[in-house]
């Protein structure tokens, strides 16, 4: 003969019902809210001068991921640069996936990047968001920070034009 199971008490039932109901409150309450695909990432980052940051949307932006070994990224970013100087009316983002602070501050200096905007990703949450995959990446929003376009690899400065074209 099996013996039947021990049922709860009715308080205990309650009391785990209850613990269960406060902690989907919390849940709900304390967890941040779930960004839609095709959004600009609203990851916590850090500028070069060590101040926190997160990407605002408000005007067109370009967002590059990249790395400080990657050939290609070290071809395009100084030319996306110069676009930056020339388009103050679009947001350039350069965010680094992960490097040390000291290699990508060496990288900025080495170029003088004044127009853009370097940012350390060093928990990697942008290109985990985006499902980078190769460097560098490309991602192109309208100023209401949704998503218009990629291109994942390099671009070419006529490349980026044209892109810049759609964002208008």
């Known amino acids: 003969m099996e013996a039947a199971p021990k049922k709860l008490s009715p308080a205990l039932q309650l009391g785990i019902v209850g613990?269960?109901?406060?902690?989907?409150?919390?849940?709900?309450?304390?967890?941040?809210?779930?960004?839609r695909?095709?959004?600009?990432?609203?990851?916590?980052?850090v500028r070069l001068d060590g101040s926190s940051a997160v990407l605002r949307s408000g005007k067109p932006?370009?967002?590059?991921?990249?790395?400080?070994?990657?050939?290609?990224c070290q071809r395009q970013l100084p030319e996306f640069?110069?676009?930056a100087r020339q388009r103050p009316d679009v947001q350039f983002a350069f965010v680094n996936d992960g490097e040390p602070a000291q290699l990508v501050r060496q990288f900025h200096d080495?170029?003088?990047?004044?127009?853009?905007v370097i940012y350390q990703d060093a928990l990697r949450t942008v290109s985990r968001s985006l499902r980078v995959n190769g460097y560098?990446?490309?991602?192109?929003?309208?100023?209401r920070g949704r998503l218009v376009g990629e291109v994942r690899g390099y671009m070419s400065p006529?490349?980026?034009?044209?892109?810049?074209?759609?964002?208008n």
């Open 19 to 35: 613990l269960i109901a406060v902690g989907l409150v919390a849940l709900a309450l304390f967890s941040a809210p779930p960004q």
């Open 37 to 45: 695909a095709g959004d600009l990432p609203q990851a916590q980052l």
């Open 61 to 72: 932006t370009v967002l590059t991921v990249w790395a400080t070994w990657c050939t290609y």
């Open 81 to 83: 640069e110069e676009m």
């Open 110 to 116: 080495m170029r003088g990047f004044s127009s853009a």
């Open 136 to 143: 560098p990446s490309n991602f192109f929003y309208d100023s």
């Open 158 to 167: 006529e490349q980026l034009q044209a892109a810049l074209a759609q964002l």
